[in-house]
């Protein structure tokens, strides 16, 4: 099979492979639409992977072309979107009820064969069923989907709340979809690409923000301030942000990953004890029973078509263009939401 390889730093490789053997438990899928994660780029560009060589690709779709003689949920030619975590069962946190909390784990596209590829063989239990009124293109978004889902919901959010966005990348727009799909308040979004502001703005933003114009401490200091605060940027300046701007006894969501030390000022600190601000994160996209509600969440907002989810789409590469939708997203001011490969398009 054809399949996208990190072989180094910087160094992609389109490799023929053996087509990878079904085992107990498992189905195979044939690839559709494969998108690319921020979590995607350190493994290419800083060869932040386990090993080399290393497919990645944990945001799919495809079709069942085999499975395992135990499997009794799907049958050739189901369509079907895949969760990527691998968690150990037998760990407490899975035993919990929380999935992501497992001390064990693998990952499709980071401990194993990722979706970059013709082929992959993915355990049954990580499989759901897209809807037929549902492209295989659309259900490749539904990996990020969860993860907004799962982040907003670290929190108790009522419909008339004041809700600030900070990011607007991928998940902050996807954030702010599943946001406005339950009727929340006033939607605040915050970032510095007024491209992505203006998308923002197109889905629902009431009021878009951006620091380069605007200082938003201040600007939070005359205007109402929220309830609830959820950074998806990863910004260790947003991080800080997020405890300063949010109203006393509001709630705090991180979601973004941070890339360097967050340090906060004694004052900035203090916020969090006389605020009495409830600090929380938000870990993947997992809940009880495995992969959870998210995925069924996911999947009803996008076959409803309460959130769209092709406007977040803005490029479509095939695995022989190699490394050029990853260098694009990291262009300066990029116009990028989220870019994938199509490796077997439907018919």
């Known amino acids: ?47 932040g992977v386990h090993s080399f060589p290393q497919i990645l690709g944990h945001e799919f779709s495809g079709k069942v072309v085999e499975i395992a003689d135990d499997v009794i949920d799907f049958k050739v030619g189901d ?35 990722g ?13 759901v069923k897209v809807p037929e009124n549902l492209s295989l293109k659309e259900a490749a978004m539904l990996e990020p989907l969860t ?15 004041e809700v600030v966005v900070l990011g607007a990348g991928t998940i902050g727009l996807l954030t702010l979809a599943v946001l406005r799909a339950r009727g929340v308040g006033n939607i605040t979004v915050i970032d510095l690409n007024e491209n992505k ?47 300063e701007i949010v109203e006393k006894q509001g709630n705090v969501i991180y979601v973004g990953t941070s890339t360097r030390d967050v ?9 969090i004890l006389r ?28 076959a409803t078509k309460e959130i769209d989810v092709l406007p977040f789409i803005t490029g479509i590469y095939k695995l022989e263009d190699k490394s050029i939708p990853f260098e694009k997203m990291i262009e300066k001011n990029s116009t990028q939401i989220k870019l994938m490969y199509e490796i077997k398009a439907e018919d």
Request: charged share 25%; proline share 7%.
């Open 1 to 47: 099979m054809k399949a996208l390889a990190v072989t180094g730093i910087r160094e992609f490789e389109l490799q023929n492979l053996p087509t990878p053997k079904i085992t107990k438990g498992n189905i195979m899928i044939e690839v559709a639409y494969v998108g690319i994660c921020g979590s995607d780029l350190p493994r290419y560009f800083e060869g």
């Open 79 to 113: 369509r079907v979107a895949v969760a990527p975590l691998v968690p150990d069962e037998t760990t407490v946190g899975f035993l919990k009820g929380e999935p992501a909390m497992a001390e064990r784990y693998s990952f499709i596209g980071s401990r194993e064969q």
């Open 115 to 127: 979706a970059m590829a013709e082929y992959v063989v993915v355990p049954a239990k990580n499989a």
């Open 147 to 161: 993860v907004a889902i799962h982040g907003i919901d670290r929190a108790t959010i009522l419909s008339g709340d």
């Open 197 to 243: 502001l203006s998308l923002a703005k197109k889905i629902g933003a009431d009021v878009i923000l951006n620091p380069e114009n605007i200082d938003v401490e201040k600007y939070f200091k005359a205007h109402k301030k929220p309830r609830i605060v959820i950074e998806t940027a990863g910004s260790s300046i947003t991080q800080r942000q997020a405890i």
């Open 263 to 271: 340090v906060l000022p004694p004052e900035s600190f203090e916020k």
């Open 275 to 302: 605020g009495e601000l409830f600090v929380t994160g938000s870990w993947m996209s997992y809940s009880a029973p495995f992969p959870g509600y998210e995925w069924e969440a996911g999947l009803r907002y996008m």
